[in-house]
């Protein structure tokens, strides 16, 4: 059975149900030599990373850098026509720190290239970053009108809510019908972000182990792809329409 086929198997199983991903189970990454082509045509999705980039997050971008390209695959196991872009933040309040972004793509080396190259931010030695600013911004990205809003947040600090306020932002992102996957400290707003969209909260903090930080993003992998699945199959590529049928839990 073919790579691609495998991975068919095996996502549409857990999106239905039939299989379910043993909870801090780690695989051993898998090295892939050939290149990843993007799916074209057909169900779209534009996803975007959001990434705390200050010191503490060092780890979790070499995580992200290590594990993307299985996005890509399981997107185009499920035949997802999809482009990624990354918007990389700090602390606004910090001298030198800014909120930048790549535009979209549907190459992975790309994608690859961006992480490796992301702007670094300092973070400054107060608590707290500027990711609600950073969703912000994400926002503002030119989506596709007919594609699956996906947004991926990483953080391991709180958010800084001096400018904008953490439930004005999940207002928005419930009106824009953007499925949001939130791998942050347990801040109730952060978990918010998540179940109330569709999309899942995963616990991190600047301590978590690089083992468990590659085992949550491929899991990660795998739930941003389930769920756009059921976004096309339940709600008929309608995000509003998914969570009506299949109300998230608060």
């Given amino acids: 059975m073919s790579y691609l086929k495998k991975r068919l198997t095996e996502i549409v199983q857990e999106a239905t149900g039939q299989k379910q991903i ?45 594990t993307c390209a299985k996005f ?25 720190d800014k909120i930048q972004n790549t535009a979209f793509t549907n190459n992975v080396a790309a994608t690859q290239k961006s992480l490796r190259n992301i702007p670094r931010n300092s973070g400054g030695g107060n608590e707290g970053e500027s990711s609600l600013e950073a969703l912000e911004r994400a926002l503002s990205l030119p989506f596709r009108p007919d594609a699956v809003k996906a947004i991926v947040l990483i953080t391991d600090e709180p958010a ?16 824009r019908e953007c499925l949001v996957f939130v791998a942050a400290p347990p801040q109730g707003y952060y978990k918010k972000m998540a179940s109330f969209t569709g999309g899942k909260w995963y616990k991190i903090s600047a301590h978590t182990n690089f083992n468990d930080l590659l085992a949550l993003f491929k899991d990660l992998s795998r739930k941003v792809s389930q769920v756009v699945f059921d976004v096309y199959q339940v709600g008929d590529g309608s995000v509003a329409n998914y969570l009506k049928l299949k109300p998230p839990e608060k």
Avoid: C, W, Y
């Fill in 22 to 66: 043993p909870a801090g189970h780690a695989e051993a990454l898998e090295v892939r030599h050939e290149p990843i082509e993007a799916a074209t045509g057909g169900r779209g999705v534009d996803l975007v990373f959001v990434i705390d980039t200050t010191g503490s997050m060092s780890d979790k971008i070499e995580g992200l850098l290590t």
């Fill in 72 to 96: 890509v695959e399981d997107f185009n196991a499920l035949r997802l026509n999809h482009r990624i872009a990354i918007v990389s933040f700090g602390d606004l309040r910090v001298p030198g």
């Fill in 160 to 175: 800084d809510q001096h400018r904008l306020r953490a439930d004005d932002l999940l207002g928005k992102l419930v009106e």
